[in-house]
Nanobody, 125 residues
Framework: QVQLVESGGGLVQVGGSLRLSCAVSGGTLSNYATGWFRQAPGKEREFVAARRWSGGNTYFADSVKGRFTISRDNAKNTVYLQMDSLKPEDTAIYFC??????????????????WGQGTQVTVSS
């Protein structure tokens, strides 16, 4: 059973940075695409970033392009989301996901089978 555990969330001021980590167990990270999604209070879960399991292609929501970076360390079975220049609208619970989505579902939650429990990110102004 593949399990994902996020860490690294917290409270940060506007313009600050955070790095989220997602530790994967029960499976080999290199076999999966990995993504990050977020959900703000009263809103639906939305796509943030994703990385294919081979080739290194990455995908980003327009709202985070140029500010967020997704990376992975297959040796550590860990995925990272580096978040820079944070804004109050980035405040949300961030979820890590893994799966084998086809290209058309790389940015959709239904493309991912495994999910973490989420980590809270709060950006204060």
């Amino acid at each position: 059973q593949v399990q994902l555990v996020e860490s690294g969330g917290g409270l940060v001021q506007v313009g600050g940075s955070l790095r989220l980590s997602c530790a994967v167990s029960g499976g080999t990270l290199s076999n999966y695409a990995t993504g990050w999604f977020r959900q703000a209070p009263g809103k639906e879960r939305e796509f943030v970033a994703a990385r294919r399991w081979s080739g290194g292609n990455t995908y980003f929501a327009d709202s985070v392009k140029g500010r967020f970076t997704i990376s992975r360390d297959n040796a550590k079975n860990t995925v990272y989301l580096q978040m820079d220049s944070l804004k109050p609208e980035d405040t949300a619970i961030y979820f890590c996901a893994a799966g084998t989505p086809i290209v058309s579902t790389m940015t959709q939650s239904r493309g991912y089978k495994y999910w973490g429990q989420g980590t809270q990110v709060t950006v204060s102004s």
